[in-house]
Each structure stands twice: as structure tokens, then as C-alpha cells.
């Protein structure tokens, strides 16, 4: 939480700033100031408080090796960021002997902060440094929803050309939205984090990267939820995600492919 608070402080200051420079990435995705600098602060406490860590982040890699390692994506949802478009987070994720155990995403934009421990359940609440907290309720328990039938389920996920690389791709999307109830392109970490709270049902990724999706695994996962690849793998570095209120995830898995794979 004290790693999330720093991340914040960063990011609401850069958030709209006229200052806020934005260079391309080799993938021709794009990066800010924020995006490096808000990593670089995340490491510097990690080195200065868990020096014996190993940590992976989008920007700067991987430093260090041993059964501790911290997981960081500084802004997950870069180009709304850089539109001003509010939803963006940083995920913070730690992996001890292999397996994810804590799971933080700070969304201070939308003045919300999620977060999960491995078998200490999964929680939500405002962001501290978020001038919408106190708008945004208490501190408080989340679950998924009970919704047992996948054609009264709602689907969120990224938009269409991010099926592009997704066997099967847009047909694959459409026949999903077509089998639900209803379908909205909330995208990035909140389509997960919807379905944490119970407020989405399925929640999709079909191409995505360890950074982007380790802090959502505990999180759903303690919520009650279900969280794999599209191959149905309960994995967070397959390269594309699927959560769901566990009800509905093997008949949304059929559809999108997951199982004649």
C-alpha cells in the first residue's frame, strides 16, 4: 500500500499535465515520463527496504533473482493516459517461490484501490491520495457475482484490435457478446476488477503480459473468482487472460476457443 501511495502521488501530479512527455516504445505503444519515473520510485523503496528482492517491471525489465519478486506495471492504460481519458492504474504484484501471493491496483483517477492477499481475502476501498475519496465509500470486503448462466452474464474487455492476435479474433469476441447477456469495452485492469466486485462477469484479455495481469490473479482469485489464460490455464503469464465469477468461465472458454486448443 505504501508503493501504491508513491505510485499515486506520481502519476496524479503528471495526470493532464501539459508537461507530460510521451515518446514511442519499439512495439509502437507508447510511454510517458510517468510511466519510467513512477517505476523508477517503486524500485528505489523496494531496493531500499527489500534489498534482497528481485523485481520485474514493464520498463526497466528484470533486477535480482531469488523466491521473493516484485511485479510492477507503473501505468497500466498508458493511452488513456496520455488523452486524459481517467482510467489508468498501477499494478503492484508479489511472487513468492513461484506462486502470486499480494495484489494491489490503484486507480486514484477513479478514486478506487483494490487489493488481495493469498488466503486473506480481497478488498476495495477509496485511494487515499485520490481527491474522489470521499465520495468513494469504506474499506470493505468484494466478492463475484452469482450469475450461474452465461446468457445473463455481462462481458468487458479491451477493444477489437486487441482480438487481432487471438485465434479465431473478432468472430471469436462476437460470438462470446452474442451468447451474453450484454457486452461493454470497459478494457485494461478495471474489466478485471469489475468482475472482482461482482459488477462484470467475465472480464477479457486476449493479449496481455506478466506485468499486466499478476496483481489481477490474486485479486479475482480471492474474491471467490476464476482467472486463467485462454487455454484455461490459471496463469497470469500466458499471454492473454480470462476472469470470470468462476460460474460462467468454461462456457465462455468454449466459445473464445480456449478448449479445442
Keep these: 500500500m505504501r508503493l501504491a501511495d508513491r505510485a499515486d502521488e506520481l502519476t496524479v501530479a503528471a495526470f493532464r499535465s501539459a508537461g507530460l512527455v510521451v515518446d514511442t516504445k519499439p512495439d509502437l505503444t507508447p510511454v510517458t515520463d510517468a510511466d519510467r519515473g513512477v517505476e523508477t520510485a517503486i524500485r528505489s523503496l523496494i531496493a531500499a527496504e527489500r534489498p534482497g528482492d528481485a523485481v520485474v517491471g514493464e520498463e526497466y525489465g528484470t533486477t535480482g533473482t531469488g523466491p521473493r519478486r516484485w511485479i510492477l506495471d507503473p501505468i497500466d492504460g498508458t493511452k488513456n493516459f496520455v488523452r486524459g481519458i481517467p482510467v489508468w492504474a498501477t499494478l503492484i504484484a508479489l511472487e513468492v517461490d513461484g506462486a502470486i501471493v499480494v495484489g494491489t491496483v490503484s486507480a486514484p483517477a477513479l478514486g478506487r484501490r ?77 474489466s478485471h476488477m469489475l468482475v472482482a466486485e461482482g459488477a462484470c462477469d467475465v472480464g477479457l484479455d486476449p493479449v496481455a503480459s506478466l ?25 497470469p503469464d500466458g499471454g492473454s487472460a480470462i476472469s470470470t465469477n468462476g460460474l460462467v468461465h468454461d462456457a465462455a472458454l468454449a466459445i473464445l476457443g480456449g478448449h479445442d486448443r
Excluded at 129 to 147: E, N, T, Y
Excluded at 156 to 171: C, I, K, M, Q, R
Design 114 to 190: 483494490w487489493w488481495a492477499g493469498r488466503g486473506l481475502g480481497a478488498f476495495a476501498g477509496p485511494c487515499p491520495s485520490s481527491s474522489l475519496a470521499g465520495s468513494m465509500g469504506q474499506v470493505a470486503p468484494i466478492r463475484v457475482s452469482k450469475v450461474a448462466a452465461l446468457g445473463d452474464a455481462q462481458i468487458t474487455g479491451p477493444g477489437l484490435e486487441s482480438w487481432d492476435e487471438h485465434p479465431g479474433g473478432v468472430a471469436r469476441l462476437a460470438a462470446l457478446a452474442a451468447a451474453t447477456w450484454r457486452d461493454r469495452g470497459f478494457g485494461d485492469f478495471w
Design 211 to 235: 506485468w499486466d495481469l499478476a496483481a489481477l490473479q490474486v485479486i479475482v482469485e480471492e474474491a471467490g473468482g476464476r482467472f486463467s489464460d485462454m487455454t484455461g490455464a490459471p496463469r
